[in-house]
T-cell receptor, first 116, second 111 residues
Framework: DTGVSQNPRHKITKRGQNVTFRCDPISEHNRLYWYRQTLGQGPEFLTYFQNEAQLEKSRLLSDRFSAERPKGSFSTLEIQRTEQGDSAMYLC??????????????FGAGTRLSVL | RKEVEQDPGPFNVPEGATVAFNCTYSNSASQSFFWYRQDCRKEPKLLMSVYSSGNEDGRFTAQLNRASQYISLLIRDSKLSDSATYLCVASRGGSNYKLTFGKGTLLTVNP
């Protein structure tokens, strides 16, 4: 499977715990994005990387959230001191942006986080 | 006001019906537009990009009106397998490629 891969698929944690999610993008893609989706809503942008550089962070991304893409390949999203409001599906997407290439983002299956 | 607004739905239609989804966007700097499809508890998947000239892909037709900041998706001869949530998406493109999604419209096609 050469699509976007996310792990774990499901995570249940207790409030106050830290959690980390991993995303492996499509191999030749240079951009990687994180979104969050709650029930009944469309995905909301959190942050994105061009190679290893984090280029934009949404105001939704509080200080408890940190994302990295250290070698420009896989990325991790960490949430510290989780709150019940963090319960959501966390989606990763990747795209190839090169010259005039269209920005088609391909999504992974997501990590569903439940904070008890 | 949400940056991308869609018909709230849900839509329930019989097989073979034609169904239209409407969407408006508020950010005039938006350059690229898409329709994504999302099946229940699955990831969004690109259905089609939307161009100013309008574009068609089989039973699906997308239209963009930049003056009105309006996007539409028409599905003809709907199939049971078309049942999903349809997400209208805008992007400012250029150096800023984040996608802004609408809330989505749920379509159920009934036998």
């Amino acid at each position: 499977d050469t699509g976007v891969s996310q792990n774990p698929r499901h995570k249940i944690t207790k409030r106050g715990q830290n959690v980390t999610f991993r995303c492996d993008p499509i191999s030749e893609h240079n951009r990687l994005y994180w979104y969050r989706q709650t029930l009944g809503q469309g995905p909301e942008f959190l942050t994105y990387f061009q190679n290893e550089a984090q280029l934009e962070k949404s105001r939704l991304l509080s200080d408890r959230f940190s994302a990295e893409r250290p070698k420009g390949s896989f990325s991790t999203l960490e949430i510290q001191r989780t709150e019940q409001g963090d319960s959501a599906m966390y989606l990763c997407a990747s795209s190839l942006v090169e010259g005039g290439a269209k920005n088609i983002q391909y999504f992974g299956a997501g990590t569903r986080l439940s904070v008890l | 006001r949400k940056e991308v607004e869609q018909d709230p739905g849900p839509f329930n239609v019989p097989e073979g019906a034609t169904v239209a989804f409407n969407c408006t966007y508020s950010n005039s700097a938006s350059q690229s537009f898409f329709w994504y499809r999302q099946d229940c508890r699955k990831e969004p998947k690109l259905l089609m990009s939307v161009y100013s000239s309008g574009n068609e892909d089989g039973r699906f037709t997308a239209q963009l009106n930049r003056a009105s900041q309006y996007i539409s998706l028409l599905i003809r001869d709907s199939k049971l397998s078309d049942s999903a949530t349809y997400l209208c998406v805008a992007s400012r493109g250029g150096s800023n490629y984040k996608l802004t999604f609408g809330k989505g419209t749920l379509l159920t096609v009934n036998p």
